[in-house]
């Protein structure tokens, strides 16, 4: 078993055990240690310490010694809510919305969710995976050691279970940990489109039971929202999932405030994401509900649609728990990038450095159910880590938005290339 | 002479003679040539022409190539307007703006300019040299290839010439095309906080005159605003930088709209810049005044600060010229990336990718003065130019915001390392 001695880091960012998430006001407190050593044995963090006590604490030190003096060494981003599988690009459609077209437009046009299913229509499951593959790889070299990916643009029983095999394959064959989430109830095809309760049939009928019985699926997702699944559909659709052993995610308040909160609540959603229209009163309810999943955001999302950002401090300041994802996706977040999400949520959103970082390791690995290995650097945990740049404090890395101030990665105990 | 030949370009972008900066709606137009090569010598741009017919436009071909396939190639961005000679930075500000505090805290607390102006103070000349070059070089890499720098962080005769003096030193030793701008009205030093019209007295009477006889600027520029510079201390300390023959700049309308447009118009400005807080009013002014300069757009800092963006599309819609800069500084835009100002642009600002492109190339050159030798792919002009990573289209690089799609960058003929 090889092991790896990481030496002179000017601070270690969220030392703890972390077995528990993070709610409201303990989102700001960050565990760190200064000029301190951290060992990895295998793909497990096997200690640390501060340099000063290294020769009590390691009397015989590993030869693959890497020192990081000036720089900080951070879990590996973890990365809850993507659609990282999907064929083509929506760069055109991307110029139709600077050019003004309205979203029905751009759907005429063929652009949107239903462009993509085509492509995914139109592509072998070897090719989908090779180009996930890539943008997997690229993840990593950016610092993500865990992520979500989602199906959702087969919207049919073959289409789904096409993107379903590649995460399959991809959680088989990378080293990043990945979770998966079955969307079927992303859109309607433009076949049900009047005919809502046949696709949810199909859905819970078809899909569902293969899902199910191949194993393909960690989560079950909606988008619950206007001219998609209302709340009784989604409903609908969450709970045929739950009796298959899949816990509920869901696509809420992005575009409108229709009562989907009330279902996360009830269904008791592992967690409820976007939250761009978040009503105060829904705050409260979330607040007063004993509901302890949690609120995922994705400030990219809001970014490049030109929408409000959501509530971040609100939610902070009602001991709600916050989780950051890159809503990867060819047309409303065309970026994994979690770097740059941490950046937008301290500059758009004001969470101040240490809320973010958490946010985006600790609670984003419980908000895929892998809080107990990811998400914090303790002795046990995966080998997941970041070496920044030289850098004068942690709040530099989202001030400095523009430059990659992450220098290595480790996953797995491995470095990244 | 060194020679190297770029093959099989799939996209040269802005291949003009560029003699002429652009308004209004010709900065849409962006002249692309496809399957292309380009040949550069030394340091200059020698030909280019469609592959199809090298063999007979280059019998002898030289040996050192770069294949393209795949790649378009651009010219190096022109950023006008930065203030990257500077010492220190200002994550803690950051982090107390995020916290609430106002500017008038963070003032007190010895935050906002007058903390670099510190700074400055303190680090000799030497060192400051050396910080500068090393985010000039870090520039280059992103794809910068001229940029104009100001001082403004001395605000007394000593700082001032030693903020101009490290510029010079730039200047002779970059490969980067590099302009100097004298920006002693940045602010009041402190001393003179209640007494205006000894500082206009100093940078009139004292700074000007050794400014101008050592050659240490190129321009001169005013930070017009309430608290800063008013209209009429603005126009003084331009019109006694005019008389030395330095063009006026200014940073107008970042914060309110005090009037400052008319004073811009009146001595000819060669830029007006920010002006986040334009009125419709203005606007028409600018349009109607016969005004021939440009409207330097600065959205990272709109961005970092929180605020509206610049009217971009008001502006090109009354057929005036607009530019794109970083603003690089440490306290309201702590990036010089040029790549996220191009993206920021479309994504924010609602600007085409080609409009953005040339306001960031062919228009950016012509507001330091070089539109005859860079910011458009031309024969005889300097070769400064960015090979992309493999995309379908120009608008796929502002569209993948959160990656760098910039694989090579080429100042004055040479790769950067």
């Known amino acids: 078993m090889s092991s790896r001695l990481l030496t002179h880091i000017k601070q270690l960012v969220n ?29 497990e963090i096997a200690g640390f310490g501060r340099m000063d006590s290294i020769k009590r604490d390691l009397p015989s030190l590993p030869r693959a010694q890497t020192d990081c003096s000036g720089r900080l060494v951070l879990p590996a981003w973890c990365d809850s809510h993507t659609h990282l599988v999907y064929a083509g ?73 096409k993107m379903l095999r590649v995460i399959r394959q991809l959680k088989e064959k990378s080293p990043l940990q990945i979770r998966s989430t079955f969307l079927g109830a992303h859109t309607y095809p433009p076949v049900y489109r009047d005919h809502h309760e046949g696709y949810i049939r199909e859905i819970v009928e078809e899909m569902l039971p293969i899902i199910a019985k191949e194993k393909l699926a960690d989560y079950i997702d909606v988008f619950c929202e206007n001219g ?10 969450l709970k045929a999932g739950l009796q298959y052993g899949l816990q509920a995610k869901m696509h809420v308040n992005q575009l409108n405030a229709i009562g989907g909160i009330e279902t996360g609540i009830r269904l008791n959603a592992l967690s409820m ?22 609120c995922t955001l994705l400030p990219t999302a809001a970014f490049f649609l ?20 890159s809503d990867y996706n060819p047309g409303s977040s065309p970026s994994g990038n979690m770097n740059t999400v941490f950046s937008l949520s301290c500059i758009q959103m004001r969470l101040l450095p240490e809320e973010a970082l958490n946010a985006a390791t600790l609670n984003g ?16 945990k995966t080998a997941n880590c970041l070496i920044s740049a030289p850098v004068p404090s942690l709040a530099y890395l989202p001030y400095r938005f523009g430059s990659n101030l992450i220098d290595k990665v480790i996953i797995r105990g491995q470095f990244v290339a």
């Open 15 to 43: 030392v703890r055990t972390g077995d528990q998430p993070l709610y409201g006001k303990e989102m700001a407190e960050l565990p760190c240690l200064n000029d301190a050593w951290l060992l990895l044995e295998g793909d």
């Open 89 to 161: 690009s929506r760069e055109n459609e991307f110029v139709d919305k600077i050019r003004g077209l309205s979203y029905a437009e751009i759907n005429a046009r063929g652009g949107g969710i239903l462009n993509t299913v085509q492509k995914i229509k139109e592509i072998s499951e070897d090719e989908l995976f090779r180009i996930s593959w890539k943008r997997l790889e690229e993840l990593a070299r950016m610092g993500t050691g865990a992520i979500e990916i989602k199906s959702g643009y087969g919207l049919s029983l073959e289409g789904e279970l």
């Open 228 to 237: 998609f699944f209302n709340p009784e559909e989604s409903e609908t659709i």
């Open 273 to 294: 994401d976007h939250l761009e229209t978040l009503t105060t009163g829904e705050i409260s309810r979330l607040k007063n509900s004993g509901w302890k999943g949690f």
């Open 306 to 325: 030109r929408m409000p950002y959501p509530p971040a401090r609100q939610l902070l300041e009602s001991g709600l728990a916050i989780t950051l994802a």
């Open 365 to 380: 690995a419980f908000a895929m159910g892998l809080g107990h290995t990811m998400g914090s650097l303790a002795v046990g």
